[in-house]
């Protein structure tokens, strides 16, 4: 009998597979290890235990039970990942677009710790063997710089200072739309989305403080699309994104914070693919022995700048 973490109650909106409905409730689990835990009674609606093919409908209440996470075996995996400083504590790579950071149920393979433990030997142990060396995450669409811990004296200095924003983390991000001012500073709290719970809401009863200041950095009148500079002085989950969308300002590629794909011409959905038009372009911290500041700043990774130049293409081509 497996140890029950803790249970998780959701209510059913729309009539759709009870796997279906969990995958997108709690997208922590991927969909292949929700129908695991169904199949092995984990789950109940309105108390009744169901097969992941039962179709759920508006008020039905799904309870899942979470079990306690079972070791998870982390293989090195020759992924290409460009690291661009590595000394004794800690390494500063580039994470593409299209990895997920770090393993979880359901997905044991292809993540960025995965592509780490092929690329750098020495990892932080304090993350444990799903998570080594991970100070702070990135979202599987965003690309961008990321610093790695690899030892745990620097893992601790690091997340401390994340923790206490002493970092400095600036993005860029093209969104959809004129956006009104030329600067501008978001304050509205982040918390999990009242309906949809694999999303994330400023409209959330309970939401945490989330600070986002921007700038706009270029203009296209023709095509109705913004490209900003973006400092986040928090660090919510998806918080760029959420608090963009709150403007009314989604970014490129975005679809689950208000994103259509008929905004933009069909030549730069070709170029973009699955990603989202937000990079980490530059970060500084103070290196954990050192105290001395250091600040790492990127050109625009793939596929950020070949959409930024077909971007100014099409607006010169319209204009």
């Known amino acids: 009998m497996k140890r029950i973490r803790e249970v ?8 759709e597979r009870l796997d279906t409905f969990l995958s997108k409730a709690y997208p922590e689990f991927s969909r292949s290890y929700i129908k695991k835990l169904i199949e092995e009674g984990l789950v ?12 759920v409908k508006e008020g039905d209440i799904v309870r899942l039970f979470v079990p306690e996470p079972e070791p998870i075996e982390v293989k090195p995996e020759d992924i290409p990942v460009e690291v661009i400083y590595e000394d004794k504590d800690l390494a500063v790579i580039i994470k593409p677009c299209g990895l997920v950071v770090h393993p979880s ?5 292809g993540t960025l710790v995965n592509a780490l433990l092929f690329h750098i030997k020495d990892l932080s142990s304090i993350g444990g063997v799903e998570r080594p060396g991970i100070v702070h995450r990135l979202d599987k669409e965003t690309a961008g710089l990321m610093v790695v811990a690899k030892n745990d004296k620097a893992h601790k200095e690091l997340t401390k200072q994340f923790s206490e924003r002493k970092t400095e983390k600036l993005y860029k991000a093209l969104v959809v739309g004129s956006v009104e001012k030329e600067y501008g ?11 949809d719970r694999k999303k994330f809401s400023t409209s959330a009863e309970r939401g945490k ?7 706009v950095l270029e203009r296209f009148k023709n095509l109705n699309l913004t490209l900003l500079k973006v400092k986040i002085h928090t660090g919510r989950t998806h918080q760029i994104r959420v608090h963009l969308s709150s ?16 905004s933009v011409p069909q030549e730069i959905l070709g170029i973009l693919g699955e990603c ?11 290196h954990p022995s050192t105290g001395e500041w250091k600040l790492f700043e990127i050109d625009e990774p793939q596929p950020f700048r070949s959409v930024m130049e077909k971007v100014r293409e099409l607006e010169n081509t319209l204009g």
């Not at 998780?8 to 009539?15: C, K």
């Not at 500073?185 to 309906?195: A, T, Y």
């Open 209 to 215: 403080p989330a600070k986002t200041e921007f700038w």
């Open 247 to 262: 403007l009314g300002h989604p970014i490129v590629g975005d679809r689950t914070y208000g994103f259509k794909r008929t």
């Open 276 to 286: 989202n038009m937000l990079i980490a372009y530059r970060l500084g911290f103070f």
């Open 105 to 109: 149920p359901g997905y044991t393979s």
């Open 44 to 55: 109940t609606v309105n108390e009744q235990k169901r097969k992941p093919s039962y179709k």
């Open 185 to 195: 500073m978001i304050d509205k709290p982040i918390g999990r989305h009242p309906v």
């Open 8 to 15: 998780l109650e959701f209510e059913a909106h729309s009539v």
